[in-house]
């Protein structure tokens, strides 16, 4: 059996927050944001949002562009990094306001891959008759986690709101993209070079490592340095990968639909692969970088133009904190 | 030993689009500006091209590519 990604949703708050608006308090200019990122605006949801309310809506637009309803849907994941509440995880609420049956509903955690690993367990539930249609449901509200000062700039002027939705099934329909392979992987030895520490069992919660005296590890993280050069190895790699073990060369993809993470990066990597740059779909300059969702987001802004052609090859590839990587591989 | 031919003009193109001086031995590559993360990431692939040599991911870090002088050196780790 094939998997088939047979509709796309996405979401994002209404409030637009450019560049301009946010470089003073960050020590930075809004050209400067631009320059090292790609972004000039990105969306910030309203303070009292939640993820799953943005996940929710996303997916009601995914299963109305593939012509399923609610009752239709037998499995539902959700990969989020800024969940509703510590617990449970989100997946029960998106279930609730979605209005899908009771159904098994797991919540992921493999941050900028999400959609990645998503696709992934959807296709092998769809591949194995476990399930017909999966829901890959992607959200993130990253505003409300920000550290607004200069102190923290570089790394507060990526990230923005948003929330994506991909069905997963098998049965083909018009537009649908099949699933033909996935590559992921991950290294540990990179766990505290992108993340937040707190709260966990490794280095406490509120109650035993309280966040007035160490508010940097309640905070998001990033040595970014190590992030680009590892992504870049990494990224290019997993698409190399994937490509060959499928019988292909980067001149036969005709969209790359990367995770949004820097548009400086993302260059980079087409560079290595020797990729045409108007093959490149990014939305990093209107949405900034939406973690689980850029990749969602991308992919449905593609599909939605039209641009997409019967036999077109598209590669999907993301990398993010854990260090994890890697890159899916899907048809028109 | 020297780097190969391609290997320096790929750090003195570097330093020309960085508006640097040509770098000498014992330069601070990165505080010159000749090399930052994106450039070092196509000087890493150069590198392995012109030197016959492959670098892991986990020697993908600054410390590495600091000065001509260091890159000589673990070219040369490498290759022993």
């Not at chain 1, 050209?31 to 790609?38: L, V, Y």
């Not at chain 1, 239709?72 to 617990?87: A, K, Q």
């Not at chain 1, 290019?236 to 980067?250: D, G």
């Not at chain 1, 400086?264 to 209107?286: H, M």
Request: include cysteine; charge should be negative.
């Amino acid at each position: 059996m094939t998997a088939f990604i047979t509709g796309t949703g996405m979401s994002v708050p209404e409030g637009v927050v450019t560049n301009e608006e946010i470089a003073e308090r960050l020590g930075l200019s809004a050209e400067q944001i631009f320059k090292s990122s790609g972004i000039r605006r990105r969306r910030w949801a309203a303070p009292g949002t939640t993820t799953s309310s943005l996940g929710a809506a996303a997916l009601r637009f995914a299963l109305e562009d593939a012509g399923i309803s609610a009752a239709d849907v037998d499995y539902l994941l959700f990969g989020t990094m800024t969940p509703d509440r510590f617990i449970p995880g989100s997946a029960s609420a998106v279930q609730k306001q979605s209005g899908l049956g009771e159904i098994p509903c797991l919540d992921i955690r493999a941050t900028c891959c999400n959609a990645l690993y998503g696709l992934q367990l959807a296709r092998a539930l769809v591949e194995s008759g476990a399930a017909k249609n999966v829901v890959v449901c992607l959200a993130e509200i990253q505003s409300a986690w920000l550290d607004l000062s200069a102190a923290s700039g570089t790394i507060s002027m990526l990230f923005g709101d948003g929330a994506a939705a991909l069905v997963v099934s098998s049965e083909k329909r018009e537009g649908a993209l099949e699933i033909i392979d996935i590559l992921l992987g991950t290294d540990g030895a990179y766990v505290d070079d992108l993340g937040i520490r707190c709260p966990g069992t490794e280095f406490g919660t509120a109650r035993s490592h309280s966040s007035e005296e160490h508010s940097g590890d309640y905070g998001a993280r990033m040595v970014g340095q190590s992030v680009i050069l590892q992504a870049a190895r990494k990224i290019t790699a997993a698409s190399q990968k994937v490509l060959e073990r499928n019988s292909l060369t980067p001149d036969t993809v005709r969209w790359m639909v990367p995770h949004q993470a820097n548009a400086n990066l993302l260059a980079q990597v087409a560079r290595s692969l020797r990729f045409p740059a108007e093959g490149l779909v990014s939305v990093l300059e209107d949405f900034g970088n939406t973690s689980s969702a850029s990749m969602g987001i991308a992919l449905d802004t593609l599909r939605r133009s039209g641009r997409i052609q019967t036999g077109d090859y598209l590669l999907l590839p993301a990398f993010g904190s854990g260090f994890t990587w890697g890159a899916g591989l899907c048809r028109a | 030993m020297a780097l190969p031919k391609g290997v320096t003009d790929f750090l003195n193109d570097s330093a020309r689009s960085a508006g640097a001086e040509q770098p000498q031995s014992g330069d601070d590559l990165f505080r010159s500006g000749v090399l930052d993360s994106f450039a070092l990431v196509d000087f890493v692939t150069v590198l392995e091209e012109q030197c016959d040599i492959k670098v892991p991911d986990s020697d993908v870090n600054p410390a590495n590519f600091q000065t001509i002088e260091t890159i000589e050196r673990y070219v040369e780790s490498r290759k022993g």
